[in-house]
């Protein structure tokens, strides 16, 4: 299985993604900008491989459910 690290600005932005709040809402909340927040899931969605924001939210759902509450670190990525 591969293994891959998600920093802890990831963590914070994937939290609040789940929770259906827009890249702004996200950005106002971190008090970060518009596209840090971008960026942040731009990075995310290449280290997952997940090719959406919605297959994120899903994937990183799954990870909470089956891990318990993550923290920066090492995350299996789940097969494609």
């Known amino acids: 299985m591969t293994n891959f690290q998600l920093t ?3 963590i914070a932005v994937l939290d609040l993604l ?3 709040m827009s ?3 996200i950005a106002e909340t971190l008090v970060l900008s518009v ?3 971008e960026s942040h899931i731009s990075r995310s969605l290449g280290k997952t491989g997940c090719r959406s924001r919605l297959q994120l939210c899903l994937w ?3 990870q909470i459910r089956e ?3 993550m923290c920066a670190g090492r995350v299996p990525i789940l097969p494609a």
């Open 60 to 62: 990183w759902f799954e």
């Open 23 to 25: 890249n702004r809402a």
């Open 67 to 69: 891990n318990g509450r």
């Open 35 to 37: 596209r840090t927040v």
């Open 18 to 20: 789940l929770q259906g």
């Open 8 to 10: 802890p600005a990831e």
